[in-house]
């Protein structure tokens, strides 16, 4: 597939209306910023959290819904399955990350351990899919001997045991800010971090040595725009984190970077953005625009990948117009990594956010399986909706092949 030429070299895409069933999951309360998450042994086995603590787990493949809590009152929550289909949510309580396990496919939750950091602005724990071992990057705000910004990694245990926490990049706040990181593993096991600062745009480093020792100078991927918030109406403020995925597949794709983020550029508004590289990072492909071009805005991209099957997809919102805050989710999908996509509506009417709403989507994908999740805001309340859509139903043209993954 050829790319188009735009103000920059776009990707392919195809836009469809097709709507797909989703559900509101029960609650009591104002429930907001989800994360989900598919078994890797029982797939029909899924689990869903909220930024308080209140999770929602699954054993019909997203036709139902029951109720469980991690016992604390969390400021947020991200849920990771290991390879064994064990689920473990780590959540935020004030300075904290406490990490907790679940023994019952989601049904009750024992805390695991605790690690504190001081100024944490945000974190995301990934599973290594080559050995299920799981890995932890953040990005914390230091007041001591003069403002910084610093991004960390570390492995992990479930949350009982954390690593070595080795420094990945730091900054000055007075000259920059870092706004966000994300970790991947490639199939030969080495590790990625990529972080976005507002001033010199997305970065990424490595080390291929199970993170002992990481590059002298770190990677420049691409450029940034937007300065450290993208104004749209009807949010506060929105501040780009990147998506990073490295490919496991067994396809021709196997061993690729994939990036994605929203970010508003001098010719355009604000649009989601995808990168891609196959060769470790040291050289990176033509940046292309993955939403259809229109006169809303795009934003608050999340990225996953079907291990298993190979396709690519992204969760986003899209407003109706530059001026309206009357929203929609929107996913968009590639079978040929990256290099064109498709992008489908998932919602079957606008709906309103809220002005404080920091991350409100989640996906992922596995064995065929599709489970996003988005906030939505009815009246004053919001509410957790969730679609769990297959392969089949999303991505027809394409068929399931056959054979497993290579280790």
């Known amino acids: 597939m050829r790319y188009i030429l735009t103000s920059l070299l776009a990707f392919y895409f195809t836009f469809s209306l097709a709507q797909f069933p989703a559900l509101e999951l029960p609650a009591q309360k104002n429930l907001s910023e989800p994360d ?8 029909n086995n899924m689990v869903i959290s909220s930024s308080t603590g209140e999770m929602f787990y699954s054993d019909d493949s997203g036709k139902s819904w029951n109720t469980s809590s991690l016992g604390i009152s969390a400021d947020g929550v991200t849920v990771v399955s290991d390879n064994k289909g064990v689920f473990y949510a780590f959540a935020t309580k004030g300075e904290e990350v406490v990490g907790f396990k679940s023994k019952d496919s989601g049904a009750s939750w024992e805390e695991e351990g605790r690690q504190r950091f001081s100024g944490l602005i945000n974190y995301q724990v990934v599973n290594n899919i080559n050995n299920g071992s799981l890995g932890f990057t953040c990005v914390v705000k230091s007041e001591e001997d003069g403002c910084k910004n610093t991004v960390y990694y ?25 706004t966000g990181s994300a970790l991947g593993f490639s199939p030969d096991d080495r590790m990625y971090v990529a972080y976005l600062s507002t001033q010199t745009g997305i970065l990424m480093d490595r080390s291929y040595d199970k993170g002992k020792t990481w590059l002298y100078k770190d990677i420049s991927v691409a450029d ?18 990147p998506q990073l995925i490295l490919d496991v597949t067994s396809t021709q794709y196997r061993g690729g970077l994939y990036l994605t983020w929203d970010d508003k550029r001098p010719t355009a508004g604000t649009n989601i953005y995808f990168i891609s590289s196959r060769n470790n990072g040291d050289y990176w492909n033509t940046i292309g625009q993955v939403n259809e071009a229109s006169d809303g805005q795009h934003f608050m991209p999340v990225m996953a990948q079907d291990h298993e099957i190979g396709v690519i997809y992204i969760l986003y919102y899209q407003t109706e117009s530059k001026e309206s805050n009357a929203t929609d989710v929107i996913i968009a999908y590639s079978i040929d990594g990256g290099a064109s996509f ?12 809220d002005q404080a709403l920091r991350s409100g989507l989640s996906i992922k994908a596995h064995n065929g399986n599709i489970l996003a999740s988005w906030t939505k805001h009815v009246n004053g309340k919001a509410t957790l909706i969730t679609s769990m859509i297959t392969q089949k139903q999303l991505v027809p043209e394409l068929k399931i092949p056959s054979g497993k993954r290579k280790k």
């Open 36 to 43: 989900v998450a598919i078994s890797l042994k029982k797939e």
């Open 154 to 178: 570390s492995d992990l245990n479930g949350g009982k045991k954390w690593g070595k926490i080795a420094k990945i990049a730091e900054v000055s706040c007075e000259e920059q800010t870092i």
């Open 224 to 241: 940034y725009f937007a300065g450290d918030s993208l104004l749209m109406p009807g949010l506060n403020e929105h501040q780009t984190e």
């Open 342 to 353: 498709v992008n489908k509506k998932l919602t079957s009417e606008s709906f309103q956010i």
